[in-house]
């Protein structure tokens, strides 16, 4: 027989499985942990939310405002719309329908400074080659909404900027465009017009139940390690 195939195996560290186990409850528990400092940022988020729609509108003037200052605000403000610039962001559904947003820029009243305002969705023709037609107020109007600022979105291909008609907007992107001076926000319209625009905006989802969720997922992952750690433990040693 030969001697090497009857040679014992080399003994594994008994403190290898140790070391694995705890380094798996650390990393997990602290996945958990992790993922509830974001819900209570997000609950922080929805608390600020909530105080601000119970706040007075802020007025939006001349004055640059930050976007941070703004986000999720109830705003109002004065002026006169500037169809020549509007643009129709698309792929926006409602009720099932295609259609578009309409972004079209507020110039306040007796300056220089505009507002980006989304006045609403309209549904889109069966002739994408046609656009349709968007009445809008003349002269100073006054408008109510809340302010958002765009988030980050994924573009398969890059917005051709000199058309009417966009995938995904921001005050950066517009003013690039358009070379007007305007606030970091986009208003979403609640105050009624006229204009046959649907404005129902959903209420933002902050994701705190989600949060919830996928820390409860790593605290069980963290239990279960433990667990098995546990239960093989005890079963070697019986062994021996």
């Given at each position: 027989m030969d001697s090497q195939s009857s040679s014992p195996r080399p003994r594994r560290p008994r403190w290898v499985p140790i070391a694995a186990s705890l380094v798996g409850i650390a990393l997990t528990a602290s996945a958990g942990n992790w993922q509830l400092n974001r819900a209570a940022e997000k609950e922080r988020l929805q608390a600020a939310?909530?105080?601000?729609?119970?706040?007075?509108?802020i007025h939006l003037g001349v004055e640059p405002l930050g976007a941070?200052?703004?986000?999720?605000?109830k705003v109002e403000a004065e002026g006169e719309f500037v169809p020549q610039a509007r643009v129709l962001l698309d792929n926006r559904i409602h009720a099932g329908v295609a259609g578009y947003h309409v972004i079209m820029p507020l110039r306040l009243a007796g300056t220089g400074m505009h507002v980006l305002v989304n006045r609403g969705w309209v549904a889109a023709g069966r002739d994408r080659t046609r656009l349709p037609e968007i009445h809008t107020?003349?002269?100073?109007?006054r408008i109510e909404g809340t302010a958002v600022?765009?988030?980050r979105?994924?573009?398969?291909a890059s917005t051709d900027q000199s058309g009417a008609v966009w995938q995904n907007l921001t005050p950066e992107r517009f003013v690039a465009s358009k070379a007007l001076q305007v606030q970091p926000v986009v208003v979403e319209q609640t105050s009624g017009a006229?204009?046959?625009l649907v404005r129902e905006w959903a209420r933002p989802d902050f994701g705190i139940a989600k949060h919830y969720s996928y820390a409860a997922q790593w605290f069980i992952f963290s239990g279960l390690i433990a667990l098995l750690f546990g239960f093989f433990h005890v079963r070697n040693a019986r062994k021996k």
């Open positions: 939310f909530d105080a601000g729609a119970a706040a007075p509108a941070e200052q703004l986000r999720l605000r107020p003349a002269g100073v109007v600022v765009p988030g979105f994924l573009e398969l006229d204009d046959g």
